[in-house]
């Protein structure tokens, strides 16, 4: 017998993710604010629930996957959710995801909190590497730990109901920069006769080389020596700034997204650090 659930939210991820349920034979109820989203899920079989309140009440394991912040306090307004386990995939800060878990403690509900390290086509794709962070109740993951599993791999890191938005925001942060990085480059290269789709698998390629490097800065931000194993010194990097911005300048592209963090370079080089890598920049950061 498969574990019943209720999802609450049929956007592109919801939607997604009731298929991979459906498809695994676990009976599904579902709700969706708005209309049209629900029939083709239910011509699957999953049962459509008329209110908020309905659809709760349908199953012990409740799941929302809605827009934001404002979309789930409006939806669990006025929502008893005594017994339930309750997971909440919408993307959340920490800070919200811990006082949910405390909203829901004080129910009698367990609560964990995720964050989908995915896109909806990789949803029930196990071979796509997508993965969903859990944080919260143990007793929660460990009791519906194979029904979570079915969309996607799931990563529990913690009992603080913090901790998966934390792990998720940090690595949607560093994809951030990375793709201000990629648009930079595409910017450079555009007027150009040099191809897009050449261009693409050569910063592909060069951003992949470059990626185990957060593997020395990890062992340098834990023994505190932030030169041991440079190769490319922060002197020589602070030097070929303006090299970049000069190019930039050149090809009449704008450094908006290369100066905050060459600045950051340059401060550090400042203080005295030019042995050092860029791993200083961290300790720079905190507030
Ligand atoms: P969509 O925009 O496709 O869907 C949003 C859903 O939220 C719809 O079901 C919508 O209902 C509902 N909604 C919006 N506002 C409200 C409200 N005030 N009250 C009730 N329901 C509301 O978003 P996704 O499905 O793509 O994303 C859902 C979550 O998944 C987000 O938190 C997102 O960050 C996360 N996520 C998405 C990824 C993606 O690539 N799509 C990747 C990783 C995480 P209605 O039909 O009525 O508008």
Redesign the pocket.
């Known amino acids: 017998e498969k574990t019943p659930l209720t999802l609450l ?6 939607t997604a993710l009731a298929r991979t349920w459906l498809d695994a034979g676990h009976p599904l109820t579902v709700w ?3 209309p049209g ?1 629900a029939e083709p899920l239910a011509a699957l079989g999953a049962r459509v629930a008329g209110s908020v309140t309905e659809a709760v009440a349908a199953s012990g394991l409740v799941v929302l ?4 912040d ?2 789930v306090d ?2 669990l307004d006025g929502v008893d959710p005594t017994g339930k386990d309750l997971v909440n ?3 959340s800060t920490p800070a919200l995801a811990r006082s949910r878990a405390a909203w829901a403690h004080g129910r009698g509900a367990r609560f964990m909190d995720g964050g ?1 390290m ?3 086509p990789m949803i029930g794709v196990p071979a796509s590497g997508g993965y969903i962070f859990y944080s919260g109740s143990r007793a929660l993951f460990d009791a519906h730990r194979d029904t979570l599993a079915v969309p996607a791999g799931t990563s529990y890191v913690g009992e603080d109901a913090g901790s998966a938005a934390l792990h998720d925001v940090a690595l949607l942060s560093a994809m951030t920069g990375m793709f201000g990085g990629v648009s930079h480059a595409f910017a450079l290269v555009r007027k150009e006769d040099i191809e897009p789709a050449a261009f693409a698998r050569l910063l592909a390629d060069w951003l992949v080389a470059m990626v185990p490097s957060v593997h020395l800065m990890a062992s340098q931000l834990a023994d505190g020596d932030y030169t041991r194993g440079v190769v490319s010194n922060l002197a020589m990097q602070v030097a070929g700034s303006p090299t970049l911005l000069r190019t930039a300048e050149e090809q009449g592209v704008s450094t908006e997204l290369l100066t905050p963090y060459l600045s950051l370079m340059e401060r550090r080089l400042a203080q005295g650090h030019g042995h050092e890598g860029t791993t200083g920049v961290v300790d720079l950061l905190a507030r």
Do not use: K
């Open positions: 939210g049929l956007g592109a991820m919801g969706n604010r708005g989203r996957c809605l827009l934001d404002a979309s409006e939806t995939l919408t993307t989908i995915a896109v909806p």
